[in-house]
């Protein structure tokens, strides 16, 4: 499995912009999709955007979909995901995870998690 580091996460207010990241120095990296999760204080870890390995493909949840972006540069092994007009409600740690496109939906195809990277967007 490709081991993957997020960061980028900090405090906003609402209606703020934030990017966040997450990167590797695995070789394989544009094998695999890769997938943006989070994860709300008591919550299960929910499904946020994916990307295919060579872009061109995305898929959003419903709740971000229109105000975040996701994106990658193979070359340099990072996905980003841009976050506008950001919520409240968006406040979560975001993971990042790679695998089959397909499967990307469903955090529960993931058995092991990286440490995430915290964002809180105060109202």
């Known amino acids: 499995q490709v081991q993957l580091t997020e960061s980028g996460g900090r405090m906003v207010q609402a209606g703020d912009s934030l990017t966040v990241s997450c990167a590797t120095s695995e070789p394989t990296f544009a094998r695999y999709a890769v997938g943006w999760y989070r994860q709300s204080l008591g919550k299960e870890p929910e499904f946020v955007a994916s990307i295919t390995r060579y872009a061109d493909d995305t898929n959003y949840a419903g709740s971000v979909r229109g105000r975040f972006t996701i994106s990658r540069d193979n070359a340099n092994k990072i996905v980003s995901l841009q976050m506008n007009s950001l919520k409240p409600e968006d406040t979560a740690v975001y993971f990042c995870?790679?695998?089959?496109?397909?499967?990307?939906?469903?955090?529960?195809?993931?058995?092991?998690w990286g440490q995430g990277t915290k964002v809180t967007v105060a109202s």
């Open positions: 995870n790679a695998g089959a496109y397909a499967n990307l939906w469903n955090p529960k195809t993931f058995s092991s």
